[in-house]
């Protein structure tokens, strides 16, 4: 840096002087830089309007827990709401029973439990209505992770577990066993179990009524399994840029709203970060700025990105491959079956034809019978009527006729 000198000097004599004879103090005083015009002279604590800030609850400690209860009600008081954020509302509106959303989109309505839990309540005076547009941030963050663990503590649950505590009745859970343990550990872990399961039990991801009944042949397995492979694939690739985003946002913000000292285990949400929690990020950005030296290769990231999505997309291959493998070998069980149930309803068929004609047989031959009987009969009684003064014949065959037998005129003609 160069230093200029001054200008104007308020005692001409000193002009005259060397600089071995001025003290060292006017020397400073006479060699300092003006101040530059850039230099920010305004307090630390005013803010320019456009500065964002970042604004941290943490949802996770015993003293926070309160917030939640409150989210949770909201939620519960409101059935528009509950619809937009894909719960199962509690009821329905009586003009025709269909639940409506009153026109509002997906962040109005997390702009207005926001407003509810943090403002209105009155627990959390810290708080602006200027910040509302974080904090409906904080509140989306706070419902994901809900619905997340919710999931969780369902699959550790199993299906009789979690059919037992839809029922009310966790009370029969024998003391001492598995799921009793687990139904401890998820109480203390996650005290909103219960009402969670009253807003998302009938949701299509969690009830699967809808789907299929219980007789069908298909095997419904494949079908979680995708999904859960997909959604794997989607936070990690979420993850991984989301964490990027939060550290460029951090460093262009000056100030906190409030200090993040979380544990491993704290749920944390924020709208500049991820439930991991913001001031973790930070001290990530902040120690890859002290040591560029051991940031990894652009290349690996990528690689790494690649070869995990390369993988994902294996398995669902396989998976549907199995899945069409087992429909193709279902559909020729089925073409088989009818084929064969084909053939003996022909075979039937064709023999009640043969019987039906063989008795048509037999019928028109003993009518046929019965036909050549009579005209024998009758041409003994024309020959018999033919020679009436005749006695018997030579050969004896022909039968006396007796005088008084009545003959039809029309047989003697």
Partial sequence: MTYRKPKNISNPSEKLQTGKSKSRKQARECTRPPLSSKENTKPASKLQEGTKRTVTVHWSKPEYHYATDLLLTAIEERQTTCAALGFDPQGQDETNGVNKTSGKVVHEHYTSLARVVFLESGRFPKYTPDDIHELAGVIKNRVIKLKALYRECREKLTATGAGLVDEDRESEFEPGSQLANIWDEIQHDFPWYKRMNALMRGHPLIDRSGVAN???????????????????????????????????????????????????????????????????????????????????????????????????????????????????????????????????????IEMARLEHEARERDKQREHELKLLAGQLELEHLRVAASRPSQGPSQSGLAPPLVANWAIDPALQS
């Fill in 214 to 348: 219980s007789a069908t042949g298909v095997d419904l397995d494949i079908l979680d399994r995708r999904s859960k492979l997909l959604v794997k694939a989607e936070d990690n690739n979420s993850g991984r840029a989301r964490a990027d985003d939060t550290h460029h946002r951090a460093a262009s913000s000056d100030v906190s709203c409030s200090d993040s000292d979380d544990t491993a285990g704290d749920l944390v949400s924020s709208t500049e970060s991820t439930a991991s929690g913001s001031d973790e990020v930070k001290d990530t950005g902040t120690k890859k700025r002290k040591s560029p030296s051991t940031q990894p290769s652009a290349s690996a990231g990528p690689t790494k990105c690649r070869k995990g999505m390369l993988q994902h997309v294996q398995e669902i291959a396989a998976a549907d491959r199995s899945t069409r493998l087992k429909m193709t070998a279902m559909r020729l069980k089925a073409k088989c079956n009818y084929k064969v149930e084909k053939e003996r309803l022909r075979h039937d």
